[in-house]
């Protein structure tokens, strides 16, 4: 069987296999990504995995450089990507995206007994927070400016609608007739 073909088998497999589950990601036809963990885990990270042309027969790229990944200190990423290293070799020549998966989510204690995020987690959320805030509120007051009308305005509008906000039939047409006497146009019969 070809590369292609594996490909393909695995592919079917991992929709089947994930069909429903929230941490499983789909990036595209060779590239997947899983998070290990539940949502709201300190200890929860991402894993990224791509396969090559010639996957399985050599290794998938696995990365952990998604954003979600920011408050991993690099040295714990290294860990986990050379754990990982290790079972790919272990597994090369095989559909092995299901089994690095798997393998990081019963190893995931393991992986991050290094990570202490109760240090640096805070941090950035709190600059985050700061750093949003004032750039909403201004541009809500321009809009709310746009949008509101003074009585007259509203009374102007009321006059020349019905009752449901529309505008009567022929509001804006030109009195023919009247048009024709100030022009001097006449019919040519």
Do not use: C
């Not at 709201?40 to 790229?61: H, M, N, R």
């Not at 020349?160 to 006449?186: A, F, I, M, Q, Y």
Request: charged letters at 30%; zero cysteines.
């Amino acid at each position: 069987m070809g590369a292609n073909e594996d490909q393909e088998m695995e592919l079917e497999a991992l929709r089947s296999i994930y069909e429903g589950d929230e941490s499983f990601r789909e990036l595209s036809p060779v590239s997947f990504q899983y998070r290990i963990g539940e949502d709201g885990d300190p200890k929860a990270f991402l894993i990224e995995i791509s396969w090559t042309e010639t996957y399985p027969q050599t290794p998938p790229v696995i990365s952990m450089n998604a954003f979600f990944n920011n408050t991993i200190p690099s040295a714990v990423k290294q860990s986990i990507l050379a754990k990982l290293q290790e079972a790919v070799e272990v597994n090369l020549g095989t559909a092995m995206t299901y089994t690095l998966f798997e393998y990081a989510k019963d190893n995931k204690e393991q992986f991050m007994e290094n990570h202490h995020p109760g240090n640096s987690a805070p941090t950035p959320i709190a600059n985050i927070i700061t750093v949003e805030t004032p750039s909403t509120a201004p541009s809500s007051k321009k809009k709310d400016k746009k949008e509101q009308l003074s009585k007259a305005q509203k009374r102007k509008l009321a006059d020349k609608t019905d009752h449901k906000g529309e505008l009567p039939r022929g509001w804006n047409w030109v009195d023919v007739v009247k048009h024709l006497s100030k022009t001097g146009s006449k019919d040519d019969d």
